[in-house]
T-cell receptor, first 114, second 115 residues
Framework: RKEVEQDPGPFNVPEGATVAFNCTYS??????FFWYRQDCRKEPKLLMS???SGNEDGRFTAQLNRASQYISLLIRDSKLSDSATYLC???????????????FGTGTRLTIIP | SQTIHQWPATLVQPVGSPLSLECTVE??????LYWYRQAAGRGLQLLFY??????ISSEVPQNLSASRPQDRQFILSSKKLLLSDSGFYLC??????????????FGEGSWLTVV
């Protein structure tokens, strides 16, 4: 089993729709979780951290399910500008440690259709 | 605010030629610095990380090397490039002490094509 696994997609979603995708991780001791957004041929950019209690930032909601070892990202009222690849990132270490153990998923490609 | 820059953005190099990618961070001191490579259809692979000047840890054996001659400067090098070195190279930083916690931030990336 891969350490971090994502459905590569592509997810083709009409503008205004709600879309959700999950990311599973294999290390049950993982401590920190993130979603990054990567546009074509650009660097990944932090979208949001994922907290145990779940968190929301505008149209984006991230949730963590430790029992089933997955995180999710929900995008409501999708915009054309949401088209990108979304990377799931997992850190098995605590927040006081470095990021040398960060594990990146291969990403889920999302295309919003007008 | 903190910024990170890397260059060159794009380069095409013949097999066997040397490589030098440079990365600098501004607005912070003693950051953790990282070099990643992203191959098509694959997740980011950590190549090197550094917790201080002259301190380099290598994650993957390869014909690449890294150096940190100054606190906020990180360099990726190769003496002789292989075709398999082609890819998207990303420099990144993190700062455990600030509000960023253990969040990692990336430079703009460098596209390397070895021909």
């Amino acid at each position: 089993r891969k350490e971090v696994e994502q459905d590569p997609g592509p997810f083709n979603v009409p503008e205004g729709a709600t879309v959700a995708f999950n990311c599973t991780y294999s290390n049950s001791a993982s401590q920190s979780f993130f979603w990054y957004r990567q546009d074509c041929r650009k660097e990944p950019k932090l979208l949001m951290s994922v907290y145990s209690s779940g968190n929301e930032d505008g149209r984006f909601t991230a949730q963590l399910n430790r029992a089933s070892q997955y995180i999710s990202l929900l995008i409501r009222d999708s915009k054309l500008s949401d088209s990108a690849t979304y990377l799931c990132v997992v850190n098995p270490l605590g927040s006081n440690f470095g990021n040398e153990k960060l594990t990146f998923g291969t990403g889920t490609r999302l295309t919003i259709i007008p | 605010s903190q910024t990170i820059h890397q260059w060159p953005a794009t380069l095409v190099q013949p097999v066997g030629s040397p490589l030098s990618l440079e990365c600098t961070v501004e607005g912070t001191s003693n950051p953790n610095l990282y070099w990643y490579r992203q191959a098509a259809g694959r997740g980011l692979q950590l190549l090197f990380y550094s917790v201080g000047i002259g301190q380099i840890s290598s994650e993957v054996p390869q014909n690449l090397s890294a150096s940190r001659p100054q606190d906020r400067q990180f360099i990726l090098s190769s003496k002789k490039l292989l075709l398999s070195d082609s890819g998207f190279y990303l420099c990144a930083w993190s700062d455990l002490r600030g509000n960023s916690g253990n969040t990692i931030y990336f430079g703009e990336g460098s596209w390397l094509t070895v021909v």
